[in-house]
């Protein structure tokens, strides 16, 4: 049973440029959520979805940040014009949400290095 | 607001030297208490869930327990490959998202 799949592991923009990065929760997992970590700092929630549907949000930026989780494929968290500061370690986990149990499994992370 | 709050920062230990990390937290109604271990380049591997207090679990040489205020990672015995980043996180009844500690960072010497 594969863990949480993210690719591409490391990624290098250049600004203004666009990223992708992609998550394939664990088999049987439909919950996704999107985390980053900045250097020296603790993980910050970004992005909770479902398939096809986006539950919370309230820690993306409103601009240039995006999500989704459609019905087929990987999940995909998309920034748009990247600047310097969105330079950090992008990690995915997946939870399979039975109740009694919540515990979220996590990638290896996307780092994502703009210059 | 939902907040967990780590100590030490960093942590240094002679190999076979026990001790405790801790995670204290404020939350609206706690679902969960959440420790991970995660090592450098890496992602966070899940170690264990409290839901209530009192409750304990091992594994190996770690033992996590849980009060209504603040959680502790007992490291018995410690050995080199136990270094790494120990995070806390906790998950409320109000949503579905985990608020994380910045972690202690752990190393064991030989």
């Known amino acids: 049973n594969a863990g949480v799949m993210q690719n591409p592991r490391h990624l290098v923009r250049r600004r203004g440029q666009e990223a992708r990065l992609r998550c394939s929760p664990m088999?049987?997992?439909?919950?996704v959520y999107w985390y980053r970590q900045l250097p020296e700092e603790g993980l910050k929630f970004m992005v909770y979805l479902q398939k096809e549907n986006i539950i919370d949000e309230s820690g993306m930026p409103k601009e240039r940040f995006s999500a989704e989780f459609p019905k087929e494929g990987p999940s995909i968290l998309r920034i748009q014009q990247v600047v310097r500061g969105d330079s950090a370690a992008y990690f995915c986990?997946?939870?399979?949400?039975?109740?009694?149990?919540?515990?979220?499994?996590f990638g290896q992370g996307t780092r994502l290095t703009v210059v | 607001e939902d907040q967990v709050t780590q100590s030490p920062e960093a942590l240094r230990l002679q190999e076979g030297e026990s001790s405790s990390l801790n995670c204290s937290y404020t939350v609206s109604g706690l679902r969960g208490l959440f420790w991970y271990r995660q090592d450098p380049g890496k992602g966070p591997e899940f170690l264990f869930t409290l839901y209530s207090a009192g409750e304990e679990k091992e594994k190996e040489r770690l033992k996590a327990t849980l009060t209504k205020k603040e959680s502790f990672l007992h490291i018995t015995a410690p050995k080199p490959e136990d270094s790494a980043t120990y995070l806390c996180?906790?998950?409320?009844?109000?949503?579905?998202?985990?608020?994380f500690g910045t972690g202690t960072r752990l190393q064991v010497f030989p």
């Open positions: 996180a906790v998950e409320s009844y109000n949503t579905d998202k985990l608020i």
């Open positions: 986990a997946s939870s399979p949400l039975v109740q009694g149990s919540t515990e979220a499994f």
């Open positions: 088999k049987g997992h439909s919950h």
